[in-house]
């Protein structure tokens, strides 16, 4: 049987998506999560002072995005829907990172494969350890791809040369909140080939010598503060 | 953009998403089944009754207090229940009424606006909450007509105006702003006598706490459904202090130091 001329192999359409998706991402910038020794830290390059690219879900678990605004804007706000109620329904200790990545990876890779349009987004599910956990630090890719990183994790525009650099500057033990966000900033000034302003930087952290919500995001003065020589 | 394990929904409201999509765990008798006619003429069910909760305004903030009685008839259901919940960092609410769904909306109007906050990246305006507690109290009228009422006093801090604010409210969820002081429940009409006679504006921290015990005590003295302290078991009131600071509990240690104030100085009028 003759098949129609607009035939594409699935093999070859799940390319075209593929490629589609990751050219999306590259062109954003890089964000970074690194563990430091209180908790995990996330700095992404981002002019924008109100359009957040990083976010708190729950008591200890953030959430990152790069690629398309508009769409890792609905993961997130799902993300914490499922996290309120899910807290709201048995116990706030209850709320596992684990959990929450798991669905992300799901609906993502659903999309994926169902969807004409893929998702122009890679995400980062962190959580800061409570209780003698480790940190977990969870990436997910367009296609629901799930990656459990350890020490650091980059997404968007040029996450891999970032990560070169990460991996050769990177400590042996985990740094603290100043050594770690210098470090962040290095890599990401090395790799957009330009110096980074406070301004233009957005830093927060899972601290968890905080009590209940450790999320806090850090100002622009204490950025400054701390990458001043 | 359909997503397996989480609906659909475009709107900052946990209260309305949990309404909308969750319908057996909200307020109100959402999927509940309506009440029969025999369940109807059996009356109000027993549940535990949590009574008088009141907040006084000072100069620094409010303070908002509460017995720690719960009845059920004329038995005692608890001795121990907690009615001040901490709500967000500035603000707290106190209930009085059906203690099961009375806990429950305070829980929930925690989530709602800790949700909000997340989801909106800042935190809704004093005004804004208040009303947003009216509405859940709304919500509840249809279980208010088979006797589960539930009746909260918010007390805010209010950033933008630099001042402690107290919200009172009506079962069909009228919300209401008091200027000085209120007191809700079965003791709150007594509480509210003491409060009227010794308010004075711009009270102090200890003033304010001094008030807020001396009204509990009063209306645990005329009202059976209120607690006093109970020195043997060593289970005095709950007390929070909202201010620009956040909220702070009043330790036990201060609580038992006013009380033993107040009852030496009853005791030698008995002589």
Known sequence: ????????SPEQMMQDKAEYA???????????????????????????ASLHKVSEIYDNIAFAGAGKYSEFENLRKAGIRHADLKGFMYSREDVTGRSLANGYSQSLGTVFSQEM???????????????????????????????????????GGRAEAVQTILKDKS?????????????????????????????????????????GRKFRRISVSDIRRILSP | MKLPYLPNHDDSSFFDFLTKQYPGLTLGSHGMAPASEPMRSAGPIAVPYATTVLAIKYQDGVVIAGDRRATEGFQIADRRIEKVFKIDDWSAMAIAGAAGPCIEMAKLFQTELEHYEKLEG???????????????????????FQGLVVMPLYVGYDVTRAEGRIFKYDITGGRYEESDYHAIGSGG?????????????????ADALKLALLSLYNAADDDVGTGGPDLIRGIYPTAKFVTAQGITDVVDDKLK?????????????ET
């Not at chain 1, 890679?122 to 990183?149: C, K, M, W």
């Not at chain 1, 210098?182 to 302003?197: S, Y």
């Not at chain 2, 009227?196 to 711009?202: L, Q, T, V, Y």
């Open chain 1, 22 to 48: 990751k050219k999306g991402i590259a062109k954003g910038r890089s964000i970074i999560a690194m563990e430091y020794i209180d908790g995990i830290l996330l700095t992404a390059d981002n002019p924008s």
């Open chain 1, 117 to 155: 349009k893929p998702l122009e987004v890679e995400i980062l599910v962190v959580q800061a350890s409570t209780n003698g956990h480790p940190n977990e630090i969870y990436r997910i890719s367009f296609d629901g791809s799930i990656i459990d990183e350890k020490n650091f994790a980059v997404i």
């Open chain 2, 122 to 144: 800042m935190a809704l305006s004093c005004e804004g909450k208040a009303n947003k507690l009216g509405q859940m109290v709304k919500a509840n009228l249809p279980m208010v």
């Open chain 1, 171 to 211: 400590p042996g033990q985990a740094p603290s909140l100043d050594a770690a966000l210098k470090l962040c900033v290095t890599a990401l000034e090395q790799t957009a080939n330009q110096k980074l302003q406070p301004e233009g930087l957005e830093v927060a952290v899972l601290d968890r010598t905080r009590t």
């Open chain 2, 257 to 269: 130091a006013v009380y033993d104030e107040m009852m030496t100085a009853r005791r030698s009028r």
């Open chain 2, 189 to 205: 009409k007594d509480a509210r006598n003491t409060m009227r006679e010794h308010f004075r504006k711009n009270l102090s921290e």
């Open chain 1, 1 to 8: 049987m003759a098949m129609p001329s607009y035939y594409v």
